[in-house]
Nanobody
Framework: QELLVESGGGLVQAGDSLRLSCAASGRTFTGYQVHWFRQAPGKESEFVAAITWNGYTYYTASVKGRFTISRDNAKNTVDLQMNSLKPEDTAVYYC????????????????????WGQGTQVFVSS
């Protein structure tokens, strides 16, 4: 398993925006589907968004219209722009890359994903 690095988390107020970034060190995202997941305190991990190798995007219903996932192949990064943040968006956000698009599996194992990160904390105050 290779390591991805997330950045951009922080403490914001409801209605604010944050931009998370997922970077791959020593690996290219070319050909990979990249996902963002999150885990709130006391809750199970959930799928947030994904972008396929050719740019198709997927979102969970609760973030559709507020979050935008994008990839920059030149920089080898995948970003998650989060607007109109709500307290219920508070969670540790982490990214994972794999050959197969997985919107229902959050288990970070080599059989599911080729690489994932340690996560970045997002806290949204009301």
């Amino acid at each position: 398993q290779e390591l991805l690095v997330e950045s951009g988390g922080g403490l914001v107020q409801a209605g604010d925006s944050l931009r998370l970034s997922c970077a791959a060190s020593g690996r290219t995202f070319t050909g990979y589907q990249v996902h963002w997941f999150r885990q709130a305190p006391g809750k199970e991990s959930e799928f947030v968004a994904a972008i396929t190798w050719n740019g198709y995007t997927y979102y969970t219903a609760s973030v559709k219209g507020r979050f935008t996932i994008s990839r920059d192949n030149a920089k080898n990064t995948v970003d998650l722009q989060m607007n109109s943040l709500k307290p219920e968006d508070t969670a540790v956000y982490y990214c994972a890359a794999g050959r197969v698009l997985r919107t229902t599996t959050t288990t970070l194992t080599p059989s599911n994903f080729a690489a994932w990160g340690q996560g970045t904390q997002v806290f949204v105050s009301s």
